[in-house]
């Protein structure tokens, strides 16, 4: 029989924020056992850095200029072979846990049960199977935190249950009843955690005590000003620069309220007897800048915005505390899984399989991950696209708006405080970045259009995707 497969991502959990990764204020003992039991993929990165377009990828293992997922509160075209019908075909019982984010298509009123409950049916792209999930908010506790079983009712967690430990009591609720099942089971956890707001009425009080926001001074790249290349979103105030140390302080007790909740799971795991037969992997689906670069929130090619921890464990086959430089980005996660699982995945998948690398822990010769953003976070706004190469030693960049080039030396210049992109030494790798660029663009067709461009052609107007790069969905059912 195949293994079982859990998959569990944080939202906007970037990499240095665990322990395992160097981070010394953080509490993640659970995280970073889990880092020392298998594999860690240290140059994974969020292909798209901004929420719906992971989640496209994710499912698809297509770029976002395929899936047409653009901006956030897009409505998924549901016509795309995806992870959860292929699961579904190949035997496996599926579970959908949290937060969903592909189906409303309005900007903002998110609590409305029309574009919060997610019916029975082909918007689930193939997770048939038990359903505990809304489309989107952060609000931890309380009414607004909810989620949807099969009607538009809204479900709680319970007077005073932080939602994260709620999620994980369904999920832990599920292993009890299908750990002596005949066939596998495939579990997808999206926890809300370490998103925003970060505020007491947000975060576990006992784990906010652990943390002082004097220990969270800014970092070396902290700027003052906003980026000119920045959104809406990504715009700081002076009262959000005076709140950076509070928010960076309750961010570090949200981390760890995940980090309670995997081990709450994987206890669960050795306790059914599950350990050994079950692909368990932890991910996050962007970063948080928190000042870095005059920006917050996430939509950027920088480190903090795009770099996550990817860590997969599976007794017996992946190897345990190993680290791997590949640069596997969101598209990559389908064909690999699937080929973890011994599925082969879907002929017009646009990412790599890199289960080899799993499997074995050795590295394949140096690779580059392709990263995208077609717009502002959830608005038609020209004049934020930009196009970005990274490998293990160096990210290029170009921004549509006025063509500006910009090429880090994450090796020699971590914080990524220093465009060399003019630097002669750096000619020859900066030439070699932007053909390869060039090439990977042109192989899946991106054209690397304006945001408003993608609204007037790809979308019925009423922000339900119609189109993308690679398919024409126009004449099929909108349902």
Known sequence: MRPNLIFVFADQLRYDACGFSGNRLARTPAIDLLARQGLSFNQAVSTSPVCTAYRASLFTGKYTTSTGMVINELRMNPNQRCLGHILADEGYDTCYIGKWHLYANELGNHDDPRNSFIPRGPHRL????????????????????YYHRESPEKLSYGDGVYEAD??????????RRHSQGEEPFAMILSWGPPHDPWSAENTPADLVRLFDPADFSHPVNYLPTNDPYGDAWSRLGEADRADLPSWRAHYAAQVSSIDRNLGRLTETLDELGLTHDTLLVFTSDHGEMFGAHGRRAK???????????LLFRWPGKVPENVISSTCIGTVDLMPTLLGLLGIEPPHDVEGQDFSNVALSGIDPPPNAALMMICGATADWCDGHEWRALRDAGQTYAVYRR????????????????????AEPRYESIASRMRDELQSRMAKIGDEFQACTWYRDHWTDGERRIIRSETCDWADLPLL
């Open 166 to 175: 709620g999620q994980t009591d369904l999920a832990i609720d599920y292993l």
């Open 126 to 145: 193939g997770f048939d199977g038990e359903w505990c999930a809304y489309n989107f908010h952060h609000d931890n506790y309380g009414p607004r935190s």
């Open 402 to 421: 006025d063509g500006a080039e910009l090429l880090f030396d994450n090796i020699a210049d971590p914080f990524q405080m220093k465009n060399v992109i």
């Open 299 to 309: 939509n950027i090619f920088y480190e903090e915005a795009c770099r996550v921890p």
